[in-house]
C-alpha cells in the first residue's frame, strides 16, 4: 500500500453505525407518536427489506421518496401492521430528521481515523441522501478528517458507476493508480472501485463471502496493519 496517497470511505455501515443509529431513530418516533410496534421483530424485517430496496435504488428501479415509503410500508405488512399513508410518510420523514442527528459510530472508526490522518489524504464516496449525509458527518464530530465528501445526488449516479468515483478523485485531485476505496457493499463499493481502476478493500461489515483475491477485513482495527 506504500504507493497509496489517497483513502476513501463509504460512510454508513463503514464507520457510521447505520443499525444502530437507525434502531435510536424509530424508538425516538414511535414513542412520539405513541404507536404500539414491536421493535425487535420490526426492525429484523425492516433491515432485509432496507437492503433490498436500497439495491433497487442503486439500481435506478426506484426513486429516494419510493425508497423511504415502501420501507416502512413493506415492513409494517410484513408484521401484520397496515398503518394509513400519510401516518407512513409523517414516519418517513421523522425519520430523516432523527437519524442525522444520531451520532454511534461502529468500533475502531475512531482510532482508524485519528491513525490515518497524518499519513493519508482521507475522502467519503457515499450514496446516501446529501441532505442527511452532511448533517450526519458534522453531527458525529467527523467532518475535520475528511478532505472530499461526494454523495450520489452531486455526482448524478450512484455507486457502482464509474462516473461517482471519477468525480471523487478530480475532486481530490488524485490518480486512481494512489486511491484506495474502503466500503462495506462488495458490489457497490468494492467491485465498484476495482471495475473503475481502483484499489479496494472490503469491510466485511455484512459477514458475507468475499471472492478470491479480493482484500478483506473483517474489523476495522485491522486496517492499521495493512495501511
Same mark, same amino acid.
Given at each position: 500500500?506504500?504507493?497509496?496517497?489517497?483513502?476513501?470511505?463509504?460512510?454508513?455501515?463503514?464507520?457510521?453505525?447505520?443499525?444502530?443509529?437507525?434502531?435510536?431513530?424509530?424508538?425516538?418516533?414511535?414513542?412520539?407518536?405513541?404507536?404500539?410496534?414491536?421493535?425487535?421483530?420490526?426492525?429484523?424485517?425492516?433491515?432485509?427489506?432496507?437492503?433490498?430496496?436500497?439495491?433497487?435504488?442503486?439500481?435506478?428501479?426506484?426513486?429516494?421518496?419510493?425508497?423511504?415509503?415502501?420501507?416502512?410500508?413493506?415492513?409494517?405488512?410484513?408484521?401484520?401492521?397496515?398503518?394509513?399513508?400519510?401516518?407512513?410518510?409523517?414516519?418517513?420523514?421523522?425519520?430523516?430528521?432523527?437519524?442525522?442527528?444520531?451520532?454511534?459510530?461502529?468500533?475502531?472508526?475512531?482510532?482508524?481515523?485519528?491513525?490515518?490522518?497524518?499519513?493519508?489524504?482521507?475522502?467519503?464516496?457515499?450514496?446516501?441522501?446529501?441532505?442527511?449525509?452532511?448533517?450526519?458527518?458534522?453531527?458525529?464530530?467527523?467532518?475535520?478528517?475528511? /478532505?472530499?465528501?461526494?454523495?450520489?445526488?452531486?455526482? +448524478? =449516479? $450512484?455507486?457502482? %458507476?464509474? @462516473?461517482?468515483?471519477?468525480? *471523487? &478523485?478530480?475532486?481530490?485531485?488524485?490518480?486512481?493508480?494512489?486511491?484506495?476505496?474502503?466500503?462495506?457493499?462488495?458490489?457497490?463499493?468494492?467491485?465498484?472501485?476495482?471495475?473503475?481502476?481502483?484499489?479496494?478493500?472490503?469491510? /466485511?461489515?455484512?459477514?458475507?463471502?468475499?471472492?478470491? +483475491? =479480493? $482484500?478483506?477485513? %473483517?474489523? @476495522?482495527?485491522?486496517?492499521? *496493519? &495493512?495501511?
Amino acid at each position: 500500500m506504500k504507493h497509496i496517497t489517497d483513502i476513501f470511505f463509504d460512510f454508513d455501515h463503514t464507520l457510521w453505525d447505520f443499525d444502530k443509529n437507525s434502531a435510536v431513530s424509530y424508538k425516538i418516533i414511535f414513542d412520539e407518536l405513541a404507536l404500539d410496534v414491536p421493535m425487535d421483530k420490526f426492525l429484523k424485517v425492516y433491515v432485509v427489506v432496507n437492503v433490498k430496496l436500497w439495491k433497487l435504488f442503486r439500481q435506478d428501479i426506484i426513486d429516494k421518496e419510493t425508497l423511504r415509503f415502501k420501507r416502512l410500508k413493506d415492513s409494517f405488512l410484513q408484521i401484520d401492521i397496515n398503518y394509513s399513508d400519510d401516518l407512513l410518510h409523517q414516519i418517513a420523514d421523522l425519520y430523516i430528521f432523527y437519524l442525522s442527528k444520531q451520532t454511534h459510530l461502529l468500533n475502531g472508526t475512531l482510532p482508524l481515523l485519528e491513525y490515518l490522518k497524518p499519513k493519508y489524504k482521507l475522502h467519503i464516496i457515499t450514496n446516501g441522501f446529501a441532505e442527511v449525509q452532511e448533517k450526519k458527518i458534522n453531527n458525529s464530530n467527523l467532518s475535520s478528517y475528511f /478532505n472530499v465528501v461526494v454523495n450520489s445526488e452531486m455526482a +448524478g =449516479v $450512484k455507486k457502482p %458507476n464509474p @462516473l461517482i468515483f471519477e468525480m *471523487a &478523485l478530480n475532486m481530490a485531485n488524485v490518480s486512481k493508480t494512489s486511491s484506495l476505496m474502503i466500503g462495506d457493499s462488495l458490489e457497490a463499493d468494492v467491485i465498484g472501485a476495482l471495475d473503475f481502476g481502483m484499489d479496494a478493500i472490503c469491510y /466485511n461489515y455484512h459477514n458475507e463471502v468475499i471472492p478470491i +483475491g =479480493v $482484500k478483506s477485513v %473483517n474489523h @476495522l482495527e485491522e486496517l492499521i *496493519a &495493512l495501511l
